[in-house]
């Protein structure tokens, strides 16, 4: 079992930079696919980004070309770095971790973008 826990959510302007971090305690983070997801309000929760456990990413379109994913394994963390936000970035951040057929979540972290 592991467990997530995200910080560098806040307030930022469009067109800056926000670097999300999610730590992992409890087991070995390398043997999980981590993705990040957000919800914002009134709308599902949707898909960002994924890194498996070998490294490999992707991310939804709407964030492409602005958003990077990546992890440290040896410090249990997963970072999705936010470039040129939007005001529609704006939303709560997931992170989640999952092997076989477990999967695990953590507590968000709000982002909000100002026009």
């Known amino acids: 079992q592991v467990q997530l826990v995200e910080s560098g959510g806040g307030l930022v302007q469009a067109g800056g930079s926000l670097r999300l971090s999610c730590l992992a305690s409890g087991s070995i983070l390398s043997i999980y696919n981590v993705a990040w997801y957000r919800q914002a309000p009134g709308k599902e929760r949707e898909l960002v980004a994924g890194?498996?456990?070998?490294?490999?990413?992707n991310y939804a379109d709407s964030v492409k070309g602005r958003f990077t994913m990546s992890r440290e394994n040896v410090k249990s963390t997963v970072y999705l770095q936010m470039n040129n936000v939007k005001p529609e970035d704006t939303a709560v951040y997931y992170c989640?971790?999952?092997?076989?057929?477990?999967?695990?979540w953590g507590q968000g972290t709000q982002v909000t973008v100002s026009s």
């Open positions: 989640a971790a999952f092997v076989g057929s477990s999967n695990y």
């Open positions: 890194i498996s456990s070998n490294g490999r990413t």
